[in-house]
């Protein structure tokens, strides 16, 4: 059965410092990985995602993940956070079957 | 937005009740997923349809099943509401299963008292 781990539940950052999140995921096929932010009171966007090819993808806003397949990891990184960038953070994978399974989130707080 | 809409949005119920949420969408998606989201456990997955009448289990789908007869509602029933199944739900729907272009329904507040 597929699964999704972040470690980091709450990460705490001043303005300019580095991001990054981890993300480590289970599953046996291949699979398609993502990032989402939930900014407070909004739905679900998509940051990122990793389909195959160039194992580094770009997202918005700055952000960019690392796919690395020996570790089943998808981490998130930006270099220089900001104030706006304060939201909740889920990774996700998604089976050849469609069936989308987050991670349990992490919240980021910046400190202005 | 996606047309998605979920109902009730909000809801309070007794132990032990059947509770049916509805989640009806006008995109003629072929995908839609229900979640629960709760502190600390993030989204967590209890069931999906891949089309009209197909549907499969997720990661918490005990005590809860579902039911799609038709391309824009997918319905979630609480079989006998219990506490732990307090809760936001949330409806996504999804044209290509991809995960991609995922749009979330605004959630519905469930109360098991």
């Known amino acids: 059965a597929q699964s999704v781990s972040q470690h980091n539940h709450h990460v705490i950052l001043s303005e300019a410092a580095s991001l990054e999140l981890g993300c480590n995921y289970s599953?046996?096929?291949?699979?398609?990985l993502f990032w989402y932010v939930q900014y407070p009171g909004q739905h679900l966007q998509l940051l990122l995602k990793?389909?195959?090819?160039?194992?580094l993808v770009k997202g918005i806003k700055g952000f960019e993940a690392e796919f690395i397949k020996s570790k089943f990891s998808f981490n998130l990184r930006k270099p220089s956070v900001q104030w706006s960038d304060t939201a909740e953070y889920f990774c996700?994978?998604?089976?050849?079957?469609?069936?989308?399974?987050f991670g349990s989130g992490t919240r980021l707080s910046i400190r202005p | 937005d996606a047309g998605i809409t979920q109902s009730p949005r909000h809801k309070v119920t007794e132990t032990g009740t059947p509770v049916t949420l509805r989640c009806h969408q006008t995109?003629?998606?072929?995908?839609m997923y229900w979640y629960r989201q709760d502190p600390g456990h993030g989204l967590r997955l209890i069931h999906y349809?891949?089309?009209?009448?197909?549907?499969d289990k997720g990661e918490v789908s005990d005590g809860y099943s579902v039911s799609r007869s038709k391309t824009e509602d997918f319905l979630l029933t609480l079989e006998s509401a219990t506490s732990s199944q307090t809760s936001v739900y949330f409806c996504?729907?999804?044209?290509?299963?991809?995960?991609?272009?995922?749009?979330f329904g605004n959630g519905t507040r469930l109360t098991v008292t």
């Open positions: 996700a994978v998604i089976s050849s079957a469609s069936k989308i399974i």
């Open positions: 599953y046996g096929g291949t699979v398609n």
């Open positions: 996504a729907i999804s044209t290509l299963g991809t995960g991609e272009h995922l749009h």
């Open positions: 349809s891949y089309g009209v009448k197909d549907t």
């Open positions: 990793y389909f195959s090819g160039d194992p």
């Open positions: 995109e003629n998606h072929r995908y």
